[in-house]
């Protein structure tokens, strides 16, 4: 079983936006040395407890500042750009770090609607449009074109020596169609959305069409995922991310807090029905617990990489989880 990192460089209370992003940095060099298959990093607009906003600035530092592990997006949220800067964006990265750069790309807005008209003025979110910024896309990637269309006046500079990764990111699966239809790679977001995974996972498996990048379908799925053997630790992460979920969901948005800003909240009915649902896109508990939980999906999704999402509220629990999944999963030997 492969593990990989999806990281949103989350602001603790009392911290910084910097921080954020150092904490980012540091974790993408532990989880390297671990073991781990690839570090993705979001893109969020205007939530102020979360730090990455351009994850192709970060991934070049991040790429830099680490030596194998494959590094992308997950994801560039299409619709806020144009199709030829986002193949010059990734063609740079690739020409900088060949064979290590994957792009993970989205249609989600990242955030509300009103930030996403002031980032593109002109998205309709349209089906047809983001098709056709998947169409030109591919051939931006892969200098083909037709005689008389804008391919064959404007390339995506520079040219590298190998194409990054692609993949579709979803959370209905409805994305899962189009990475099909591409030849792309497909990850669920079971982080978002907790129903519907395998069955969209398996349909764009059969639907897979062979591109010049990629020749067999490849799926992954991400959860948020937290992992230590003090119960104690436990309790009070899964209680902060069930205040998170049910803030965002009032409110659209979520500041920075601590536990014990909200260890004594309490919940109507509704609220709980709520968390309840909520419980089912992460999974929590000692490293064996948690190891059998994930293993258990894996064969559900029928996939063989698993990509972890955390946002403990300290640094040191965050290194500590993915350190106790590296080991339960030992994947360092399966490196070696």
Sequence with gaps: MKLSVLDQSPIRKGSTAREALQETVALAKWTEELGYTRFWVAEHHNVTSLAGTTPEILIAHLAGQTNSIR?????VMLPHYSALKVAENFRMLETLFPGRIDLGMGRAPGG???????LNPTNTFSEQDLVQQLFDLQNYLNDRYAPGTVQAQVRAMPVPPSVPEQWMLSSTGHSGLLAAHFGMGFSFAHFINPHGGPEAVAHYRTRFQPSENREEPEANVAFFVFCSNDPDVVHRQRAMVDYRFLQYELRGRVNPFTYEDIKTVE???AEEA????NRQRMIMGNAEDVKQQLLRYADQYEVDELMLVNIASEFEERLES???LAEVFELKSVIA
């Design 71 to 75: 590094v992308g997006s997950g994801g």
């Design 322 to 324: 993915y350190r106790l």
């Design 267 to 269: 919940y109507s009915p």
């Design 112 to 118: 509300d609607r009103v930030t996403a008209s002031l």
């Design 274 to 277: 709520r968390i309840q649902h």
